[in-house]
């Protein structure tokens, strides 16, 4: 069992930048760690993706240019920075891991889940 745990999330405005963390990836099991993003009425989106040992990374659309996804393997942490934050960005932010058998940008790849942590950029 992976327990996951995020923290981070806030209230922002426009611009501003916050950084998300995730503890527990790491300790068994991961192979990939993600982030995912869920607005109200809207599907889970794949945020970003990273190797949890050889540290490549890969990003959605809405993330390429602005996010950064960065691990400490020895802290078992995973991180998002997110900068030039935008209010479509809003919604709460889910820290995922899986095995290595499934695509990055599915959901429905990742075993393990965290509860999420909301984020809210206000215009």
């Known amino acids: 069992q992976v327990q996951l745990v995020e923290s981070g999330g806030g209230l922002v405005q426009t611009g501003d930048p916050l950084r998300l963390s995730c503890v527990g990836p790491?300790?068994?099991?991961?192979?990939?760690a993600a982030w995912f993003r869920q607005a109200p009425g809207k599907e889970r989106e794949f945020v970003a993706a990273i190797n949890w040992n050889g540290g490549d990374t890969w990003y959605g659309d809405p993330a390429k240019g602005r996010f950064t996804i960065a691990r400490d393997i020895a802290k078992g942490t995973l991180w998002l920075q997110m900068n030039r934050l935008k209010p479509e960005d809003t919604g709460v932010y889910y820290c995922a891991v899986q095995g290595g058998s499934g695509r990055l940008e599915y959901a429905s790849s990742y075993e393990y889940w965290g509860r999420g942590t909301q984020v809210t950029v206000s215009s």
């Open positions: 790491g300790r068994t099991f991961t192979a990939y």
